[in-house]
C-alpha cells in the first residue's frame, strides 16, 4: 500500500524532469542558427542555365532570417540525390532589386519511392551592398519571397 501512494510523487518528479530538460533555444524558429548545415547558395550562371535539371516538385517555400527553407519531393529513396539553389548572377532593377533562383536536382538513385526533403539555404551570398531588402524569384514556385537582410 505504501507504494502506491509514492506513484504521485514518482510521476510528479518525472514530469519535472522532462519540463526542465527542454531546452526553449532548439525550439526558437528565429535564431541566427537556424542555417548552420545548410548550403550556400551558388552564384552560377553556367550551372543556372545548364546544370542538372532531374524532376522534383517544390511543395512550400519560406525564410527566416538569412535561411531558405525549401521541402521538395522527388522520387527515389536509395541515396545518390545533389540538390543545388543556383542564382542567375543578375540582379532585376526594381524596389526590391530581384534575383532569379533554381533549385537543381542530380537524381542517381534507381529507386522509385516518394520522397519529401527539407532542405535549408545559406541567402547571405545573395546580399547587395546598399541594399537592405530583395524578392527572390525561384524557378517552379509561383511566389515572389522576400529577403530582408
Known sequence: MKSLKQIPFLCLALLLCLATACDKDDDDMGNSDLCEGGRLVMLDK??????????????DVSIDGDCLSIRANYSGGCGGVIFELFDSEGIGESDPITR????SLDDNDPCEGALVLDLLFDLTPLQVDNESSMSLSIDGWDKRQLYEY
Open 46 to 59: 553556367e550551372q543556372f542555365d545548364n546544370g542538372p535539371s532531374d524532376p522534383f516538385t517544390i511543395e
Open 100 to 103: 532569379q533562383l533554381r533549385l
